[in-house]
C-alpha cells in the first residue's frame, strides 16, 4: 500500500506525519498511530513494524495518521538521545497536531478518531488518551514507562489516568519486563481508579514486542494474531 507524507509545524519545528488511506470514498473513521522506536530508529520511513501495523490498520477500514515525533532532534541523532531529552508536553503538541490534520481530512469523520500505538508508542497513545478528550478509543500494546515522569514538570503518565475519557484496550506480554505484569496491575488499578471504561488482554508466552513480526525472537504469531482480532473488533465497535 502506498502512503503520503503531509508536514505540519509544532512549535515551528516540521514534523512529518505519513498517511495512509484506505479504499473508498470515506467519510473514514481515523486512527493516530504512535510509532515505536527499534534500535537505528532514525525516521517512520525506516520502520518496518510501524509502516505495516499502519497499512494493516488501513486495509480494515481506517484513515491512518503517524506522526514523526522525534522531530524535534536532527534523524541522524542517536536515538538514547531522543529517549533521554523526550517531553511529554511537547509529545503532546505533536499528536494534537497529528489529530487536527487528520479531523480536517473531507474523507475523514472527525467524529470517530482513536489513538494506538506499540511499546514506546504503547505509552505515547496513553499519553494521547490522557490529554485529547476527542479520541473515541484507545488501544495501549504493550507501552512501557507509563508510570514515570518523561521532561521537566511534567507528572508520571499513569497520574493522568482520570483525565482518559474513551474506552482503553490494553494488551500486554505475562513474560515482558518493560512493563512488568506488576507494573501493568498498577496500570489496571489506576483506570478502576479512575472508574475508566477498559479491558486488559495479557499473555502468557509472550514478553515485549509480541507482535514484532520482523524480529523473530519476539515474534509470537498466536498471541499477536489474538491481538489484531481483538483491537480490530474494539475499533469496529467504538469507532462503528
Not at 513494524?49 to 536532527?74: C, D, M, Q, S
Not at 523526550?86 to 470517530?112: G, M, P, Q, S
Not at 513474560?175 to 471504561?197: F, I, S
Not at 479491558?199 to 499477536?224: L, M, T
Amino acid at each position: 500500500m502506498t502512503h503520503r507524507i503531509e508536514t505540519t509545524e509544532v512549535n515551528g519545528s516540521p514534523m512529518e506525519v505519513f498517511l495512509f488511506e484506505p479504499e473508498g470514498p470515506g467519510p473514514h473513521p481515523g486512527l493516530v498511530l504512535c510509532q515505536h522506536i527499534p534500535v537505528g530508529h532514525t525516521g517512520v520511513e525506516n520502520d518496518e513494524f510501524t509502516l505495516k501495523t499502519a497499512e494493516r490498520f488501513a486495509e480494515n477500514g481506517y484513515l491512518v495518521a503517524a506522526p514523526f515525533i522525534f522531530h524535534w532532534w536532527p534523524k541522524s541523532d542517536e536515538m538514547d538521545v531522543k529517549r533521554d531529552a523526550f517531553r511529554d508536553d511537547w509529545t503532546t503538541l505533536d499528536l494534537d497536531a497529528a489529530y487536527k490534520l487528520l479531523a480536517a481530512k473531507e474523507n475523514v469523520d472527525a467524529n470517530r478518531i482513536g489513538i494506538a500505538g506499540h511499546c514506546w508508542g504503547g505509552r505515547v497513545a496513553w499519553l494521547g488518551a490522557c490529554t485529547n478528550p476527542g479520541y473515541k478509543a484507545a488501544a495501549i500494546f504493550y507501552g512501557g514507562r507509563i508510570k514515570l515522569a518523561m521532561g521537566e514538570g511534567t507528572p508520571p503518565a499513569i497520574e493522568l489516568a482520570a483525565n482518559i475519557a474513551c474506552p482503553v484496550m490494553g494488551f500486554w506480554g505475562n513474560d515482558d519486563t518493560n512493563p512488568p505484569p506488576e507494573d501493568v496491575d498498577l496500570l489496571e488499578a489506576a483506570l478502576q481508579k479512575a472508574g475508566k471504561d477498559f479491558v486488559f488482554h495479557r499473555y502468557d508466552g509472550a514478553g515485549h514486542a509480541f507482535q514484532s513480526f520482523n524480529n523473530e525472537e519476539k515474534f509470537r504469531p498466536e498471541a499477536s494474531e489474538d491481538a489484531w482480532n481483538k483491537a480490530l473488533a474494539f475499533f469496529a465497535e467504538k469507532l462503528a
